[in-house]
């Protein structure tokens, strides 16, 4: 007589349905999700919702959403309908937020000092949010990164985008005419997205010079093949950001910037304070100094720029100088922005859902408990909660 077979008591999964809207940011053409992300998710167990041409800015149609398994909707009642999370790109509007139950976990930028009334709509409503800005920097987190990754497409672009502006070509020619001397190209701030500016304008044939006030990024400055520009200051701040200068090294600072400003024919600016103004790195004097047709590239024109005549979204021509102050500069490059973006997200959500496919409730590991933005009717984040109890919303 054979022995009776086991039984194997089968365990149903609930499945986790995940909301991508499409970005009604003006300039926004990124989309939280890609269909190779979307196939993994939906293998995993999990429904997936693309709004309507959410992805079509990005070159991602909706019959690839289809095909990797996903389910196209017309319009955001029913998109958010029933979701337990929703990725987005731009933080969500209040519009939005009053369309989410309680509970609903929705995660991205949310850009927390100039998004007040969303937040603490989301608050009321008691919506969970992380915010990818606040994703510390560990190893462990590289993956989810969302900061580093755009940071990545917008130094590719402000390279580009400056050789597209300069009356010059960029790599030294020699012809029947004669030889041309390569263009020379300054970039101020040597974080990611300095690092990729640099690269880009190497592989294009300039010559390449960098600041930083951090020593240690001279190292990788000088891997890429630019000239680092030497000045006695260690301004190395946590996070692997840089602290503020004391005045008197801001003079030092101001000096030799300038004069490597003067004899620039692009200069790509990269330095910001996470949560402040940007700084001030290049005056309405020194850009008298530059040459006719130099351009300037202000990266950190949404916080305020680090050019004195930089104006957000707008090119401003001075004594013959270019100064453009571009916004949202991962949107140009919107494929590749996305794909990278995506990866970010399916990595956190790897935090978010176990791996018998449910929620997780209790936000103890450091990379949730440091991204948790909103949760349960509070304002999780310190800085955040400050500035609402201050009589903002």
Request: charged share 20%; proline share 5%; aromatic share 4%.
């Given at each position: 007589?054979?022995?009776?077979?086991?039984?194997?008591?089968?365990?149903?999964?609930?499945?986790?349905?995940?909301?991508?809207?499409?970005?009604?940011?003006?300039?926004?053409?990124?989309?939280?999700?890609?269909?190779?992300?979307?196939?993994?998710?939906?293998?995993?167990?999990?429904?997936?919702?693309?709004?309507?041409?959410?992805?079509?800015?990005?070159?991602?149609?909706?019959?690839?959403?289809?095909?990797?398994?996903?389910?196209?909707?017309?319009?955001?009642?029913?998109?958010?309908?029933?979701?337990?999370?929703?990725?987005?790109?731009?933080?969500?509007?209040?519009?939005?937020?009053?369309?989410?139950?309680?509970?609903?976990?929705?995660?991205?930028?949310?850009?927390?000092?100039?998004?007040?009334?969303?937040?603490?709509?989301?608050?009321?409503?008691?919506?969970?949010?992380?915010?990818?800005?606040?994703?510390?920097?560990?190893?462990?987190?590289?993956?989810?990164?969302?900061?580093?990754?755009?940071?990545?497409?917008?130094?590719?672009?402000?390279?580009?985008?400056?050789?597209?502006?300069?009356?010059?070509?960029?790599?030294?020619?020699?012809?029947?005419?004669?030889?041309?001397?390569?263009?020379?190209?300054?970039?101020?701030?040597?974080?990611?997205?300095?690092?990729?500016?640099?690269?880009?304008?190497?592989?294009?044939?300039?010559?390449?010079?960098?600041?930083?006030?951090?020593?240690?990024?001279?190292?990788?400055?000088?891997?890429?093949?630019?000239?680092?520009?030497?000045?006695?200051?260690?301004?190395?701040?946590?996070?692997?950001?840089?602290?503020?200068?004391?005045?008197?090294?801001?003079?030092?600072?101001?000096?030799?910037?300038?004069?490597?400003?003067?004899?620039?024919?692009?200069?790509?600016?990269?330095?910001?304070?996470?949560?402040?103004?940007?700084?001030?790195?290049?005056?309405?004097?020194?850009?008298?100094?530059?040459?006719?047709?130099?351009?300037?590239?202000?990266?950190?024109?949404?916080?305020?720029?680090?050019?004195?005549?930089?104006?957000?979204?707008?090119?401003?021509?001075?004594?013959?100088?270019?100064?453009?102050g571009p916004q949202n500069l991962p949107a140009r490059v919107p494929f590749h922005s996305?794909?990278?973006?995506?990866?970010?997200?399916?990595?956190?959500?790897?935090?978010?859902?176990?791996?018998?496919?449910?929620?997780?409730?209790?936000?103890?590991?450091?990379?949730?408990?440091?991204?948790?933005?909103?949760?349960?009717?509070?304002?999780?984040?310190?800085?955040?909660?400050?500035?609402?109890?201050?009589?903002?919303?």
């Amino acid at each position: 007589m054979s022995a009776p077979a086991s039984t194997q008591e089968t365990k149903t999964i609930q499945p986790v349905v995940i909301a991508v809207p499409k970005e009604q940011v003006t300039g926004e053409q990124r989309v939280a999700t890609v269909p190779e992300v979307v196939q993994k998710l939906t293998k995993a167990g999990h429904v997936v919702r693309i709004e309507h041409d959410a992805g079509t800015a990005a070159y991602y149609p909706d019959a690839l959403y289809t095909a990797a398994g996903a389910t196209i909707v017309a319009g955001r009642h029913e998109l958010f309908s029933g979701a337990k999370v929703v990725l987005v790109v731009q933080p969500p509007t209040v519009s939005d937020v009053d369309l989410l139950a309680e509970g609903t976990i929705v995660v991205g930028f949310m850009n927390p000092t100039r998004n007040l009334d969303a937040i603490a709509r989301m608050r009321d409503r008691k919506i969970t949010a992380f915010a990818l800005e606040l994703v510390p920097r560990i190893t462990r987190a590289q993956s989810m990164d969302a900061l580093s990754s755009q940071a990545t497409a917008g130094g590719y672009v402000a390279a580009v985008l400056g050789a597209d502006n300069c009356p010059k070509f960029l790599p030294m020619l020699t012809t029947a005419a004669g030889t041309i001397r390569p263009a020379t190209v300054l970039i101020l701030g040597a974080g990611v997205a300095g690092l990729m500016a640099i690269a880009t304008a190497k592989r294009l044939g300039a010559l390449v010079e960098a600041y930083d006030v951090r020593r240690a990024a001279g190292e990788q400055v000088r891997s890429l093949g630019a000239k680092f520009l030497e000045l006695e200051i260690n301004a190395e701040g946590q996070g692997g950001y840089a602290r503020e200068l004391t005045a008197e090294e801001k003079v030092k600072e101001q000096e030799m910037v300038s004069a490597a400003v003067a004899r620039a024919d692009i200069v790509i600016t990269t330095a910001a304070i996470p949560g402040r103004k940007a700084p001030v790195l290049v005056t309405k004097k020194t850009v008298a100094t530059m040459k006719p047709g130099a351009v300037i590239i202000d990266m950190a024109a949404e916080s305020g720029g680090n050019c004195e005549l930089t104006q957000a979204g707008k090119t401003v021509k001075e004594d013959g100088v270019m100064i453009i102050g571009p916004q949202n500069l991962p949107a140009r490059v919107p494929f590749h922005s996305s794909q990278m973006y995506a990866k970010n997200l399916q990595s956190f959500l790897g935090l978010l859902i176990t791996k018998d496919g449910t929620l997780v409730t209790e936000f103890s590991d450091e990379i949730l408990t440091a991204s948790l933005l909103v949760h349960a009717g509070k304002v999780a984040h310190k800085p955040t909660a400050d500035l609402l109890n201050r009589g903002t919303p």
